[in-house]
């Protein structure tokens, strides 16, 4: 089961679990066999067609009761930090009674299923004393500065408490900032650390609107599914703390990315990338810890990428805009060749 | 407006306001007009026949609409450790939903009061890695071994971003154990703490079902009552963190609490002691935190009792039965008489 199951990480989670299938909590690889995909929209493209999906669209808390069993639960749902922050309640109701909902659910089943929950790099925020945040480690105290940041640090304690009761096996990982995101700009603050790559990519413009050395952390969406699928697939007396796990990030800046895509495509794509400021964004990326030391993570063998040019190649290799003519030439053309083989 | 107002701690509490008045938020020191008690049952004592008293007694949540504007709230009300364990639904009811209740009917008013919300060391347990506790800092991380540490840590996170969203002024502080809590055992793992001091001091025996040289962190009723009161009292801009703030406490022993005892008492008041082993409370009590640098209290000049003995003079000073004589003769009977002059 993934809730929030048709968006974009969420998508990508479910084509990853029926390609491979999936050794939960350590035991021995099994196919999936159904695959319940709980979110407010319809899943698109491939999955739509899939047999082994089951999709239940609307509201969540209504379409719990008509859910059979899981042995997995992937818990992704959520109303990302810009929206939670403008609509409080809104934020509270999705993100925090949404994530109760969901254990409740899984503790009234009785089956004491894995529970991998989405946290968030969120949760680290400049606190109210101006502490600098520094290196974050896997026991740094988060002190969260936005609403979405608190109702994912309590969700990670909700999940910790039903997970040392026995009502689900727990695992909270918090997700970096994913980039390359497909599509369009989504209003996150953090918006901008795909534009950057994508827009240029298609020969539009993008605009960066902080600082082009503002430190960042990211992971690519495919690194960052890694880490969810290990997190369901470690053995429960391996995976430790009740604390949520950091999973590894790569700390770069915009400008090492602009230079990442010229080196990628072969040619000067940044100059499509339009350097200003935004004040308001400027703080909120500024608040964001930049650095993480993911020893837990590293310990069950999940590292960052290798180097933001990976970043990109993933993007030109998943999502790039297939050449028209048959022979493929231009910018990223053996990237597109490997993923339609895939 | 104090919630669990009848309580042992809100009863203190409220004597103390009453008697004190309060200078909310570092301004002027003013006389308390009307104090809210709300709380299960009436208060009792001297709180009863006090005409600035208002008691609101039954469900919190089903009062909270009849209380009127408060420009400060203590909120004490919760279900404790032992309580919280055994009904997970009634600890999640009262604790989460309950603080959260207050929370929302503060913002609601619109008038942005001064919240003080205590939590507990029991934020504080030993992780499932077993990684041992050691030294606790104003910026250690807590990873509650009980659902009533969850609760009060997600409590805590609540508090801070209604905070931070201006809807109260809010100030959180961690109580240590506090002993010695006059009247009968309570059922909480902590019991003993106060049970080998108060049950001695009246000529009654009283058992220790921990190792004498078990290290525990201790605060006296009145220290603590003094940390709340210097949460309400602190400045906004002073206050610093989001993150709740440890109030100091004493590392001791029960054998250094025996030996206190007889001291004070002047006699071998210890020998009513039944040293014994229960080992579900060690485990209980060997997971808690017995070490803290409670820096931040201190910079608010909060410091711990400077010995056990204060904690015992406080006792008996504070609660001791009065002799029946007129003599006065015995134990602690300057404390006594102290006591009686207040």
Redesign the interface.
């Known amino acids: 089961m993934i809730t929030g199951g048709a968006g974009f990480l969420g998508s990508l989670l479910a084509t990853r679990l029926l390609a491979e299938g999936l050794a939960l909590g350590g035991e021995e690889r099994r196919e999936v066999e159904e695959l319940l995909l709980v979110d407010l929209a319809a899943p698109r493209g491939p999955l739509a067609d899939e047999t082994r999906v089951r999709s239940f669209t609307g509201d969540m808390a209504e379409n719990l009761h008509r859910l059979p069993d899981a042995d997995a639960i992937f818990h992704l749902a959520g109303v990302v930090s810009g929206a939670a922050e403008a609509d ?1 309640d809104l934020g509270m109701r999705t993100n925090l009674d949404g994530t109760r909902q969901v254990l409740e659910w899984a503790r009234a089943r009785g089956n004491a299923p894995v529970l991998v929950f989405t946290s968030s790099l969120a949760v680290f925020g400049t ?3 101006g ?1 600098p945040l520094g290196e974050i480690h896997d ?3 988060p ?3 936005s ?1 979405y940041g ?1 109702q994912k ?2 969700g990670e ?2 999940v ?2 039903y997970g ?2 026995g009502f689900v096996r727990a695992r909270t990982v918090r997700l970096m900032t994913v980039s390359v995101r497909p599509g369009v700009p989504n209003g996150a603050a953090s918006s901008f650390l795909s534009s950057i790559i994508r827009e240029p990519v298609s020969g539009q413009t993008a605009l960066c609107p902080v600082p082009s050395d503002t430190p960042v952390a990211l992971s690519s969406p495919q690194r960052t599914i890694d880490g969810i699928v290990r997190a369901a697939e470690t053995p429960d007396a391996k ?5 949520a796990m950091n999973l590894p990030s790569l700390t770069t800046t915009p400008r090492a990315m602009a230079e990442a895509l010229d080196r990628v495509t072969g040619h000067d794509a940044s100059r499509l990338i339009e350097w200003s400021h935004d004040p308001q964004i400027e703080a909120i990326v500024g608040s964001w810890p930049s650095l993480f030391r993911a020893e837990r993570a590293a310990g069950l063998g999940l590292h960052p990428v290798d180097s933001i040019e990976d970043i990109v190649r993933e993007f030109v290799r998943d999502h790039a805009p297939v050449p028209d003519s048959d022979t493929g030439s231009g910018s990223g053309s053996a990237d597109q060749e490997a993923a339609r083989a895939r």
Chains 1, 2 share one sequence.
């Not at 995976?239 to 604390?243: E, L, P, V």
Request: no cysteine; aromatic share 12%.
């Open positions: 409080f606190d109210a004393d502490a026991r740094s105290l002190t969260p500065a609403s608190i640090f309590i304690q909700l910790a408490d040392r009761r995976w430790g703390s009740r604390t």
